[in-house]
């Protein structure tokens, strides 16, 4: 049994490869979509988010309002370094609580999705091995506008955040080419897991 983390730059595509694992029959973690439990209404970390920042990131019915979260720490290291301390280590607790669920399940391996992997360092220790999902400069900047309904110059600014996607690749076992159709996607994706099914590796 063994864990492998899927990353990659902000709108490349990461969502789309995960869910094609998770059409193979893969065991697959999302970490945004814990990122979002440790933080709703009555949670520890909704209640520390809470009292660092303020009623002010939250809806009407408590629910934390990401939009304006992700606008108060975008420009702020310091915020940000704060959201970070409150939600990282509640974030990697659950994420290998759900692995090692996984594994007693009958799983031989699990994907996670760590759009910060690199960045944030917090769960390389873990990764026996890492795949990078890439594409086009271009196509990000429109994928991230399109999806965010954000300007270009917004944009590039989020993507200059993040790690330069080539040292990702440098530092990664598997790459995974967004660029091109579904189609070319899903073959790439199915040949790493023909790849993943053949490792005898025990973590």
């Known amino acids: 049994m063994f864990i492998v983390g899927l990353t990659g730059g902000i709108a ?6 995960l869910q094609i694992f998770r059409e193979n029959g893969v ?9 979002r439990r440790v933080l709703e209404p009555g949670t520890k ?4 988010l809470k009292k660092c920042f303020g009623t002010e990131v939250l809806l009407p019915d408590g629910r934390v309002n ?19 301390a409150i939600t990282h280590p509640k974030i990697q607790i659950a994420m290998l609580k759900m692995a090692f669920r996984y594994f007693f399940s009958g799983h031989s391996y699990v994907v996670m999705e760590v759009p910060l ?14 795949i990078t999902v890439v594409c086009e400069d271009h196509q990000q ?9 954000i300007s270009e110059k917004v944009a590039l600014k989020r993507i200059k955040t993040q790690m330069p996607l080539e040292k990702k690749v440098a530092n990664s076992h598997f ?6 159709d579904k189609d070319s996607t899903f073959r790439q ?8 099914r053949r490792s005898k590796f025990t973590w």
């Open 12 to 17: 490349t595509g990461k969502s789309t490869v």
């Open 27 to 35: 065991a697959v973690i999302d970490a945004d979509e814990v990122a």
């Open 45 to 48: 970390g909704w209640e520390e």
């Open 66 to 84: 990401r939009l304006k979260l992700g606008e108060l720490i975008f420009d702020d290291k310091e915020k940000r370094r704060q959201l970070n």
């Open 117 to 130: 992997l690199f960045e944030t360092g917090k769960m390389l220790n873990f990764m026996h091995k890492i």
């Open 141 to 149: 900047l429109e994928r991230l506008c399109k999806r965010s309904d």
């Open 175 to 180: 790459v995974i080419d967004n660029s091109g």
């Open 189 to 196: 994706t199915e040949s790493i897991i023909r790849v993943l």
